[in-house]
């Protein structure tokens, strides 16, 4: 595996006569990071993935600060599962001085209006990611399921050629999704934190049988303060997707109301 740093790095070792896998990350490699790296190894000639935590997609209150980083960790786990470019820029490479355009995301669902900024962080930083990698195909959880639907639009609306394909949320046996963030989490609050996934199973149970999901949802969080309990439309799927606050970490989290993943 090749660890490159710079643009040109990068641009010097893809190679485009193949056919090139991008699974954009913020690293603290979990099982879900390695499901993405697991199915683009099988469908790319060459997978790049990059390691970079953004601080344009962190509002002034969220954790950019204590964000899980251990890229020597991630180095290995990388490596170990067949990566062939890990590109792990500095800030300053993607945000030179001056830097000054963005990519405006307009109607981002609740997760939006709870996080005015973050989105068009992510669609900033992923549209550049894609220009500096050019992937035939990008690699994003359903986990962030709002993210996911973001991306898909961001795509089609600026012309991106590339195919973007979303991979199931990956749980540990517990229920619980993986998440970067779950290394916040006290062994109360973990346990806590499970009502969020059994939460949301109600309210796809309730929609099975022909209720309304976020109610049943709703009803079902054992005293957990969601943010949001909503559908989201991904086009060809429908999830019902929540946020909560555990202690001081933000989960998210969703399940698949109707559709199939592609
Ligand atoms: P992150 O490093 O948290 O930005 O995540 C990088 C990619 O991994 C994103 O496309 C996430 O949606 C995806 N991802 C994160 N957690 C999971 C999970 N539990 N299952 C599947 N994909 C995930």
């Given amino acids: 595996m090749k660890v490159v740093r710079t643009i040109q790095d990068l641009r010097g070792t893809v190679d485009h006569t193949k056919r090139i896998g991008l699974v954009p990350t913020m690293g603290a490699f979990h099982e879900g990071h390695l499901s993405l790296f697991r199915v683009a190894g099988a469908e790319c000639d060459l ?3 990059s390691l970079f935590v953004n601080p344009a997609q962190f509002g002034a209150n969220d954790d950019l600060g204590r964000y899980p980083r251990d890229e020597a960790r ?11 470019v890990l590109f792990v820029p500095e800030a300053a490479e993607l945000y030179p001085t001056g830097f ?9 669902g609740a997760e939006g209006v709870q996080r005015p900024e973050h989105f068009r962080g992510v669609a900033t930083v992923c549209l550049k990611l894609f220009n500096i990698v050019r992937p ?20 089609r609306d600026l012309n991106v050629d590339l195919e973007l394909r979303v991979l199931p949320t990956v749980r540990d046996a517990d229920g619980l999704a993986w998440s970067s963030r779950n290394a916040y989490l006290s062994a109360h609050d973990r346990v806590e934190a499970l009502a969020l996934p059994r939460a949301l199973e109600a309210g796809r149970s309730a929609h099975v049988h022909g209720s309304d ?3 049943a949802a709703r009803a079902a969080l054992n005293g957990l303060q969601p943010e949001y309990v909503e559908v989201v439309d991904l086009g060809d799927v429908r999830v019902l997707a ?6 001081s970490t933000r989960l998210i989290d969703n ?8």
């Fill in 213 to 215: 999901p976020v109610t």
């Fill in 100 to 108: 000054g355009t963005w990519v405006d995301v307009e109607e981002a």
């Fill in 74 to 84: 991630d180095v290995q786990v990388a490596e170990e599962a067949g990566i062939d």
């Fill in 47 to 49: 997978v790049v993935v």
């Fill in 136 to 155: 035939s195909v990008a690699y994003f959880g359903q986990k962030d399921a709002q993210q996911a639907a973001v991306l898909r639009r961001l795509v």
């Fill in 242 to 247: 929540a946020a909560a606050r555990v202690g």
């Fill in 255 to 262: 399940v698949v109301l109707e559709g199939e993943l592609r």
